[in-house]
């Protein structure tokens, strides 16, 4: 990505996790070269991973309390404040590095309706009483998705904590484990969309809480625009939007 030439590293921690920046942007790397968050150092609000702004689409455009398990950089965080301030955002991670470095190098302590807890993301959702209208899920660490989330378990408990019609949303960064993940999902939601994220090897998929089609591409087509909506044998729905 040409926006992170010319970087130097402004802290390290005892984890290997790596802090760049250069004049205009600052990113968050875990023990390689994958880049966990970049965002613009004056205006970290606007994405600059393209996967974001699929990661929250939904949420952005349909306001209501927000889980998201990873927190990384708070670049999903920042963008999806500053679209909707009001609603509830909770933030689950376990790592407590990677939170001291969301608010000491990536602001995260300046989102106002953010709370962040520090907690592991399967523990966090057997034990929640709360009802969510969205939960984002964006936990890969630098090589994989979590072994102790890539479990049917761990979703049937994401299903429990959604409000009836609420909305999950997984990133998935690992091209080897995307179609394991997508049917570890389908075994609980019913109906899903996957949405590829240009430009880059991401795949989003979107789930409801509802036992109709419809719920997911009502709110899909109200929140983008769907140049493609076609069925394929292995991976059901997949839509392509612009």
Same mark, same amino acid.
């Given at each position: 990505?040409?926006?992170t ?26 023990d ?13 609000q ?22 998201? @398990? ?7 965080? !920042?963008?999806? %404040?500053?679209h909707?301030?009001? &609603?509830?955002? +909770? ?5 407590p ?8 190098f ?7 309706n ?16 709360t ?11 630098a ?6 989330c890539?479990?049917?378990?761990f979703?049937?408990?994401?299903k429990?904590?959604l ?7 997984v ?7 995307q179609?394991?993940? @997508? ?5 609980q939601?019913? !109906?899903t969309? %996957?949405?590829?994220?240009k430009? &880059?090897?991401? +795949?989003?998929?979107?789930?409801c ?7 997911i ?11 493609r909506?076609?069925w ?11």
């Open positions: 990505m040409w926006k030439k010319f970087g130097h590293c402004i802290y390290s921690s005892t984890n290997n996790a790596h802090v760049y920046q250069n004049l205009i942007y600052r990113w968050l790397t875990f390689s070269d994958a880049l966990q968050t970049v965002i613009h150092r004056r205006n970290p606007k994405p600059i991973l393209k996967y974001i702004s699929v990661l929250c689409l939904l949420a952005r455009n349909m306001p209501g309390k927000t889980c998201m @398990l990873g927190l990384g950089g708070a670049g999903a965080a !920042h963008y999806l %404040s500053s909707n301030s009001s &609603s509830p955002l +909770i933030a689950v991670e376990k790592n590095d990677v939170i001291t470095i969301a608010q000491k990536f602001m995260a302590d300046k989102i106002k953010l709370e962040i807890i520090q907690q592991d993301a399967t523990e966090f959702m057997q034990k929640e009483s009802s969510f209208k969205h939960i984002l899920i964006d936990l890969y660490n090589h994989s998705f979590p072994s102790e890539n479990t049917d378990v979703f049937l408990n994401c429990k904590n409000e009836k019609y609420g909305f999950l949303a990133n998935l960064a690992n091209p080897s484990e179609f394991n993940l @997508l049917n570890r999902i389908k075994k939601f019913l !109906h969309v %996957s949405i590829p994220v430009g &880059s090897a991401n +795949i989003i998929i979107l789930a809480n509802s036992h109709s089609f419809s719920a591409t009502k709110y899909l087509y109200q929140a983008t625009t769907i140049k909506l076609e394929d044998a292995l991976w059901g729905h997949i839509a392509e939007i612009s």
